[in-house]
């Protein structure tokens, strides 16, 4: 309780006021860096947990899906190509100059960078290390990919692509 003392000489107390808190730089400083070290350490937990999560919820997910129409295939022109999402996973829909379709997944089997459909070169291309796949059966043709990309079935029904795992 803070003391009183006689003001005036009239006998009467008169209370002090609470001493004044300031905060020192000392204070500031260290409640900035630990703001930081928060942010910090949540900028660089939450990447890895999804990381180390996010196989599971794809693989679970991609699981899933077992049969995908994508929007605007029947309008890609012969020799052209479009990418679109089977479940969670990127894939390339084929149309060929002979009317025939193909669709891969577009996760390169050597260090999974996404790849896409060169219609000047006909072929199916990773620019992450020059690897290359035909474009009508998925296996590989040149570079470091170790095995054919997954192949899925298309089928035209009621005037729409279907693209499906078998």
């Known amino acids: 309780m803070a003391e009183s003392r006689d003001r005036g000489g009239d006998g009467n107390p008169v209370p002090e006021?609470?001493?004044e808190v300031s905060v020192g730089r000392r204070c500031l400083v260290g409640a900035t860096m630990g703001l930081f070290g928060v942010g910090y350490?949540?900028?660089i937990g939450y990447p890895m947990y999804r990381y180390l999560h996010a196989p599971v919820e794809r693989a679970a997910l991609a699981a899933q899906v077992t049969e995908v129409s994508p929007q605007g295939a029947q309008d890609i022109p012969p020799?052209?190509?479009m990418g679109f999402m089977f479940g969670s996973r990127p894939a390339?829909?084929?149309?060929?100059?002979?009317?025939q379709w193909s669709a891969f997944d577009a996760v390169c089997t050597h260090l999974s960078c996404t790849?896409?459909?060169e219609p000047e070169n006909d072929r199916i291309f990773c620019a992450c290390h020059l690897g290359t796949y035909d474009p009508r059966s998925g296996e590989p043709t040149s570079g470091p990919p170790p095995r054919a990309l997954t192949k899925f079935v298309v089928k035209e029904k009621d005037g729409a692509i279907v693209v499906s795992r078998n």
């Open 17 to 19: 006021s609470e001493p």
């Open 41 to 43: 350490a949540g900028a």
């Open 79 to 81: 020799g052209q190509a």
């Open 92 to 99: 390339v829909l084929i149309h060929h100059a002979d009317g």
């Open 115 to 117: 790849v896409k459909y």
